[in-house]
């Protein structure tokens, strides 16, 4: 088992922006993830839909910290960590997305499997869809081609080779280190999440979970997978608002994070690639989703 002790509080911190009903579900169904006495830790990024203040009247476990602005999703979790977290010296913490809904004993499976590997700095649960489907949260590392075909063609041939293998959507659901694991819900180790020093805040939206599962490789720790633990994930609540914007904020971060990784003079000319390939696309797509919105608009009564 691991060294936490169930009795040990338990610091949850998600990100809010006008999350709606979906953050009640979020902090309903905890009960049900853990026996673990549970502080959840709002970092809210601007909401304007009351959700977060009528949580922290409903929930006594609940504290609202209120970021000044919408910063970003890893800069709003960095923040709380630093207030909250980091002072209490635990083992482990949590990081969720607020549209997640929690599995039985979803989180205490996770503390289970941490026992089982002494060098996980992560571990992720498995993710299932609405639909009951299963997500690929757990993933190789973007290479060159591997991440790099995914991120131009797959958006106009979605079931391409090179998309599969990068998601890892023809492997078993087993228990193992990956090279990333969807942050919308994470088990961290906190030596190991202060060593790397948390989440880049240059990435305001989207790979801020990429670039963490590789920076806590690259320091010695491992992304670990649980199946076992399952939770459910809306996904898409608040990015849907602004599907362009949001699209394009992807295909940035996209660059940041392979700029990052080839960074040296003579790769100048693989930056430029990217740049190119990557903004082809994203204009690509954000007209498609443009259009769509406009035909969806022109539809309705």
């Known amino acids: 088992m691991d060294s936490a002790r169930v009795s040990d509080e338990l610091f949850v911190v998600t990100v809010t922006y006008s999350p709606g009903p979906h953050l009640d579900r979020f902090l309903a169904t905890l009960a049900h993830a853990t026996d673990r006495p549970v502080t959840v830790i709002m970092a809210d990024n601007g909401s304007t839909d009351g959700a ?5 009247a409903r929930y006594p476990n609940v504290t609202l910290l209120r970021t000044g602005g919408n910063l970003g999703y890893g800069t709003a979790v960095n923040r ?3 207030e909250y977290v980091l002072g ?3 083992d482990y913490f949590i990081v969720a997305n607020p549209d997640v809904q929690w599995g039985p004993r979803s989180i205490d499976l996770l503390f289970e499997a941490a026992g089982r590997w002494p060098r996980a700095g992560a571990l992720g649960p498995l993710i299932r869809d609405p639909d009951g489907s299963v997500y690929p949260s757990a993933r190789h590392l973007p290479s060159i081609i591997r991440g790099g075909m995914h991120a131009v063609i797959g958006p106009v041939w979605p079931s391409n080779p090179w998309t599969a293998v990068y998601r890892q959507e023809r492997t078993d659901p087993s228990e193992r280190a990956v090279g990333w694991l969807s942050g919308s819900c994470l088990l ?3 030596a190991a999440f202060s060593e790397v020093t948390g989440f880049d805040e240059r990435y305001f939206m989207y790979m801020e979970d ?3 599962g590789d920076r806590l490789g690259r320091a010695g720790w491992q992304n670990v997978y649980v199946p076992s ?3 459910l994930h809306a996904k898409g609540h608040s990015t849907g608002r602004d599907p362009a914007r949001n699209l394009a904020a992807h295909h940035v971060s996209t660059y940041t ?3 990052d990784r080839y960074p040296k003079w003579w790769q100048a000319p693989l930056r430029w690639a990217f740049r190119g390939a990557l903004g082809a696309r994203s204009s690509l797509v954000v007209r498609s989703s443009l259009k769509s919105r406009r035909v969806e608009a ?3 009564p």
Do not use: I, Q
Not at 52 to 56: C, L
């Open 52 to 56: 977060p203040e009528e949580a922290v």
């Open 80 to 82: 709380a960590v630093t």
């Open 88 to 90: 209490s010296s635990p």
């Open 188 to 190: 961290l180790r906190t």
């Open 210 to 212: 990429v670039d963490l």
């Open 229 to 231: 633990a399952e939770v």
């Open 257 to 259: 994070f392979l700029a």
């Open 298 to 300: 022109k539809g309705r």
